[in-house]
DNA sequence: AGCTCTGGCTTGTTTGTACAAGTTCGCCTA
DNA sequence: TAGGCGAACTTGTACAAACAAGCCAGAGCT
């Protein structure tokens, strides 16, 4: 673990118990260079982490405020349904419901930049949060992964450890679009709720470390059990708003 | 601007203008401290920007790679629907249905950080996008920025800059919660929907550049209209999924 | 042909220095 | 008392240097 990663995360833990309640100054960071022991622009490292993740804001001239005092999770518990459930402390469980390979289509083509009529696999998971169903999950996954989910075990859990632990594949980046939908009949069935009732829809493409996509997902949770959050700034603004399709 | 900036700036003109298409690598850095006779440090700050935009990524040891080639937008075109619809190219306009002074409840005092019982500005407006409309605004002020709110003209097209034009008020930080829900009768008539039609909410506080909390607003979106877009990575991770209320 | 290994390239981390620019607060003055 | 001024403090930007760690392609070997 490098240095201004300690020293952030040391500050974090601060902040979350409450050490620096929110609106509080932190320390400028010629006294956090002391403390440390460590350079000015190692400890500039550490808080621009924090004011990353929307702990800290900082305006030139004036001591950095703390803005917010909740752990942000990891991009794995982002990306992946099991991982954030455990560290939310729910019980995680999946089925698929289905999985057949299929040529793709023109838009599948290039969203995982594959080759018009390229083999892709296609998987329907009904997930479900301490036994309750809450998230209908459709995903293509490009040829060249599909044997190795082929492999997985229909009930198993997390798809994106096994995939990892079985062929060492690491998902790195991810594009998320999120909106509302109208259940349609098969997600009202699966959910167990009545046909148009609101759903959240989150469509994700996910990608290697290389810049490969790996998989196109179009999963809807049921109204209620999951809320995005998100934390911008001036500085810093990774939430977008788009127009509809 | 500084020097980092203007370099971030030239190379996302590159990037969007096709110059390193997608999955391309991007010139060393030191290439690019020679070419634009920067040193190292202030070239990885340029870079730093691209990367926290979702427009590149990085490993250790390999060329920086071209991940995504939209412009994401400003921070101000994410709180301002005004200023976000006239980039989009659409026609904005809004009309203030209701707007009332009340007592604060709890939750309220908490999220705008008041004395209970504080006295706060309860607005409700509809906004529409060439004449459409399209979103269901209700937004509590703190009690300190209602004067302000109050002389603003009710067809006022962007709250946001009139404030900063009127009394120099700036936004600087927002936190944002986003969910699907059912229309109520109020949503549906309004929006021109039917009643338990799914909406997209954005629940959001924003406060200054100082920490100050200044609304705390509940939008909701007619479904089909307006699409939240995201890109995270392993390195940089702002969106968060968390339980439902 | 296929494999390993190594050397050069590239990004990541840390330190040090210097100056610019903005904030804060006390002091002085009108 | 109210306002203006300035000094001290704090964050922002930029440069330079050095080493660590990981990637990649080409040389050489089997």
Redesign the interface.
Known sequence: MARYEQIASDLRDAIVRGGYP??AQLPSEAELALRYSAARGTVRQAVALLA???LV?S?QG?RR????SER???????HSFAQ?ARS?G?RASGTVLSSQRRPCSPSEAVRL?LEPGEEVLDVLRLRR?DGEPVLVERTVYAGWIAPAVERLDPGCESVTQELYESVGL?F???????????AGSEDARLLGVRR??????QRRVT?T???RPVESSDDR?R???????????????????????
Chains 1, 2 share one sequence.
């Open positions: 929110i609106g990353a993740e929307g804001g305006r004036a405020i703390v803005l917010g942000s999770q990891s991009f794995a518990e982002l954030w939310m729910y930049s949060l690491v790195a980046y991810g594009e998320h679009l999120i909106d509302a939908v109208a148009g009732s609101p759903l959240l829809r990608t470390q290389e810049g949770y109204a209620g059990s999951v809320t995005f959050s998100i934390r911008n700034s001036t500085a810093a603004n990774p939430l977008v708003r788009r127009a509809g399709d």
